[in-house]
């Protein structure tokens, strides 16, 4: 990875310490295996990226950033069926929005079509392939278990003259779907299951998204993916763990078909997070079954999702270096990415006032009529982002847990007879209070004292609570969402009819009150709302006129680094 940790000894050399495939690489340099590194991200088209393949992406890139090679973006459509030109589409702005540099060409698995028939040609010369007639199920039956090894099926012996000509008629269209299938010839007792003669192309009359119906024979994932990685000269193929026990494999394709540089398969960890739904497969059915609103829901971790939800590229990149490359499962915290959209965010986002659930504040002795305009900073921590202006009248909105009948004990907020401060303006005392018909509070009223004014230096005394408000009279309406996870608090997996869903993971609050200086936000801006955490205008549903936020992350943290 590109992020190294560097640890300084006594007398000051410094000390780098590589991730295991950083040492691997470091090593095959040294020994001149290859000349420059080459690595590939190789998705398939059958859905949306997710946080997990932000990883493989970012570590790949990475990795041909550090060591001056090529990183390649590589569509792994060999398999039909399920692929789709929506899902090319989306994953190639997940990949450019990670800021992942393919260079300028995208490559597909499915231009290697004829140089996978070719390999297979000459396997079948080399006696190293065969056409089986089996049936799917026979040949399951003959392939043995863990603990038996299995039988040699009749077809094993062909001529290679026979196979030939058979791989050819099935080429042309002249057998059945799932009739005959071409074998890899290796061991059918051999203790890794993968080598037990596994199935190389199988007849399959699908139409491809890119090659239409110009085959009706496809690779098999195992024959085909060590062939594209050595046609595009890759030379560390990185994979997660599942993928371990079809390494043999991999490397007998590239030995047998005679690559000059052959490449290299080497299997990390996938990156899991706690309580979070990341496979593909899994939010896929979310989407189908109608549980959350496409995609790119921000209650879901795709990259759509996250971006749309208002999460950086930046903060991401950071979550993963943070998380580490290992050769061992686990499990990391959506704490975690949280921390680092925090730490992101709180130097870039200006720092703004905006009231989720108002309830009117009333200065009566503040001048009917009259106006002030507060020089505010926007980033308090960062200069840079200037200043803006605060209106202030005598209507304010405050949140409405930010005033109490009968406080306990510490709270030191509105409450009858208690003075606060309001951030960046003055300190109000409560007066008194207005309830409606069902005793709901629906206005506070207080009175100001214009001494306090912040800014001016006032020092006669100090107050224990602040509190955010906006002007009434100038505030922006906004709808605002805020998330919690799909999985209802303390349960782990979402159950398979729901029973567990988190009636509360979207809430959507219609009435907020913004500052006058949010009007006209544009899609996809992101704010720090004081006290109430980082916001962004949602990407599809938020117009000029008609604001939509979505809560990134709120301010609160569990979580805490090891500095
Ligand atoms: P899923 O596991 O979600 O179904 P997948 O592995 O089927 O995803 P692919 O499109 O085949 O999805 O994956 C492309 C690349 O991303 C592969 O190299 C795969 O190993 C890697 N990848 C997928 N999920 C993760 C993950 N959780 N962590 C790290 N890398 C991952
Ligand atoms: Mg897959």
């Known amino acids: 990875m590109s992020e190294i940790e560097k640890n300084t000894t006594d007398n000051n050399e410094e000390v780098v310490s590589r991730n295991f495939i950083e040492q691997i690489i470091d090593k095959d340099l040294s020994e001149g295996k290859y000349k420059e590194i080459v690595t590939r991200f190789p998705p398939e088209p059958n859905g949306y990226l997710h946080i997990g393949h932000a990883k493989s992406i970012i570590l790949n890139s990475g990795l041909a950033e550090e060591y001056k090679g090529t990183f390649n973006l590589r569509f792994d459509d060999t398999n039909p069926t399920k692929e789709k030109s929506e899902f090319v589409d989306s994953i190639l702005e997940d990949v450019k929005w990670l800021g992942a540099d393919f260079g300028d060409k995208i ?254 504040l009333v200065i009566d002795n503040y001048p009917e009529g009259e106006s002030e305009l507060l020089e505010v900073e926007n980033n308090q921590e960062n200069e840079e982002l200037g200043s803006r202006q605060v209106s202030f009248s005598k209507e304010l909105y405050i949140e409405r847990d930010d005033f109490m009948e009968e406080p306990p004990k510490k709270y030191f907020r509105l409450f009858p007879g208690n003075e606060v401060r309001l951030k960046n303006a003055y300190f109000v005392t409560c007066t008194d209070f207005v309830k409606d018909a069902d005793g709901k509070v629906v206005e506070v009223h207080c009175t100001y004292d214009p001494a306090t004014k912040s800014g001016s230096g006032f020092e006669g005394r100090k107050v224990k609570g602040t509190i955010h408000w906006v002007d009434a009279a100038t505030c922006v309406d906004a709808t605002v969402r805020l998330y919690e996870n799909l999985i209802k608090e303390g349960e782990e997996v979402l159950n398979e009819d729901y029973s567990n869903l988190n009636p509360d993971s979207l809430k959507e609050l219609k009435n907020c009150k913004l500052e006058a200086a949010f009007a006209g936000t544009k899609k996809g801006e992101r704010f720090q709302f004081l006290r109430n955490g980082f916001f962004c205008t949602d990407m599809k549903d938020s117009t000029e006129d008609n604001l939509v936020f979505n809560r990134i992350v709120s301010l609160k943290s569990s979580y805490k680094p090891n500095k």
């Open 107 to 360: 490559y597909y698995a499915s231009d290697y079509f004829d140089a996978m028939y070719e390999g297979a040609i000459k396997l079948i010369k080399k006696g190293k392939a065969y056409v089986c007639d089996l049936t799917a199920d026979e040949i399951r039956e003959y392939r043995g278990t863990l603990k038996e090894p299995g039988k040699e099926s009749p077809y094993r012996n062909r001529s290679v003259e026979e196979n030939l000509d058979l791989f050819e008629r099935m080429k042309n269209g002249e057998f059945a779907d799932g009739t005959k299938v071409l074998r890899a010839k290796i061991d059918m007792a051999s203790p890794n299951m993968n080598m037990r003669d596994p199935v190389i192309y199988r007849i399959a009359r699908m139409s491809h998204h890119r090659t239409g119906d110009k085959w009706c024979i496809y690779p098999m994932y195992d024959f085909a993916h060590p062939i594209e990685d050595a046609v595009e000269g890759v030379t560390h193929s990185i994979c997660t763990l599942e993928f371990e026990d079809h390494r043999p494999l991999y490397d007998w394709v590239v030995k047998e078909l005679e690559f000059e540089f052959p490449p290299k398969q080497i299997e990390f960890a996938k990156l899991y997070l706690q309580n979070v739904i990341t496979g593909k497969r899994y939010i896929k059915k979310l989407v189908e079954d109608g549980v959350v609103d496409g995609w790119d829901d921000p209650r879901l971790v795709s990259i759509s999702a996250l971006r749309r939800k208002g999460v950086t590229p930046e903060a991401i990149r950071m979550f993963i270096e943070l998380s580490g490359i290992s050769k061992a499962n686990s499990v990391s915290d959506m704490a975690m990415l949280e921390y680092c959209i925090r730490e992101d965010l709180k130097m870039k986002a200006p720092r703004m006032m905006a009231v989720l659930d108002p309830i009117k």
